[in-house]
C-alpha cells in the first residue's frame, strides 16, 4: 500500500481529566480518505486547516499505512491489531450477502483494556463491525453508541441508534455526528473517557455538502483529481 492510495485518517487529542490526571482520548476516524485530500500533503486544492492544525500541533506519521484500504477489515485491524485475515474480515461486510458477518467480541480489544483502567467508552457514528445485536458496540468495550450499524448509509438526515433507539436526525451526517461529539464532550466526566468519532466522510456518496464546503470547488472544471467521479 502506497502513500498515494486510501487512508483512514486518524486524529487523537489528550486532555486531563480533572478528578483522576489521567488523560482524556478523543479520538477521530474517516472513512476512505486519500492521503492527497489533507492541504499539508501539498496539494493546492485540499482545504483541511483543523487536519492541519493537528499535524503542525502534534505529530504527523508519514510512514503509517492503513493494514487494509477496505472498510471492515480495517476497522477490525485498530479494534485488535490484527489482520482482517485473522479474525475472519477481508471485504466489507455487505448488509445482504453476509448479515451474520462480524466481529468476534471474545477476541481482544483496545476498548476493553481502557475500561480496566477505570476509562468510559463512547463510539459515535459508523460501526460496520456486524449488524446483529450480539455484535453492536457494547460487546467490544463501548459504554455508549450513537451512530450506525452498517457501512454505506445515507450522507443526509441518517437515522442512529441512540443508547439502542433508532431516531431520526435532521441534517448533513458530517455535522450530527460532529454535534454528537461535542454534546458528549460538553457532559461532566468524573472519571477518564475514551470517545472515538467515525465519520463516513469522505465514503460515497460526496454530495450533498454544506455550501461552505462547496464553494472553493463548485468552479473547478479542469482537475478531477480532488473530486473523482464516483462511477
Not at 454505506?152 to 454528537?180: H, R, S, Y
Not at 464546503?213 to 468552479?219: F, G, T
Request: aromatic content about 10%.
Amino acid at each position: 500500500m502506497n502513500k498515494l492510495g486510501f487512508i483512514y485518517l486518524l486524529l487523537v487529542a489528550f486532555s486531563l481529566n480533572a478528578e483522576t490526571k489521567k488523560p482524556n482520548i478523543l479520538f477521530v476516524f474517516t472513512d476512505d480518505q486519500a492521503i492527497f485530500t489533507v492541504s499539508s500533503s501539498g496539494h493546492p486544492h485540499a482545504l483541511t486547516p483543523n487536519m492541519d492544525r493537528l499535524v503542525n500541533e502534534g505529530a504527523n506519521l508519514v510512514n503509517s499505512m492503513t493494514v487494509t484500504p477496505v472498510c471492515s477489515p480495517s476497522r477490525a485491524s485498530l479494534m485488535t491489531s490484527k489482520y482482517g485475515s485473522e479474525v475472519g474480515i477481508t471485504d466489507w461486510i455487505h448488509p445482504r450477502t453476509e448479515p451474520e458477518l462480524g466481529l468476534d467480541p471474545k477476541i481482544p480489544s483496545f476498548p476493553v483494556s481502557l475500561k480496566k483502567a477505570g476509562y468510559k467508552t463512547g463510539l459515535i457514528g459508523k460501526w460496520h463491525l456486524g449488524l446483529l445485536d450480539s455484535q453492536l458496540p457494547k460487546h467490544y468495550g463501548f459504554d455508549l453508541f450513537w451512530g450506525e450499524r452498517r457501512g454505506g448509509f445515507t450522507n443526509q438526515n441518517p437515522t442512529f441508534e441512540i443508547d439502542d433507539q433508532p431516531q431520526k436526525m435532521e441534517g448533513l451526517t458530517a455535522d450530527v455526528i460532529g454535534d454528537l461529539a461535542v454534546k458528549y464532550l460538553k457532559q461532566e466526566h468524573e472519571q477518564p473517557f475514551f470517545l472515538a468519532v467515525h465519520h463516513r466522510a469522505p465514503h460515497t456518496k460526496w454530495l450533498p455538502v454544506s455550501e461552505e464546503d462547496w464553494a472553493p470547488y463548485k468552479d473547478l472544471t479542469d482537475d478531477k483529481t480532488i473530486i473523482p467521479n464516483p462511477d
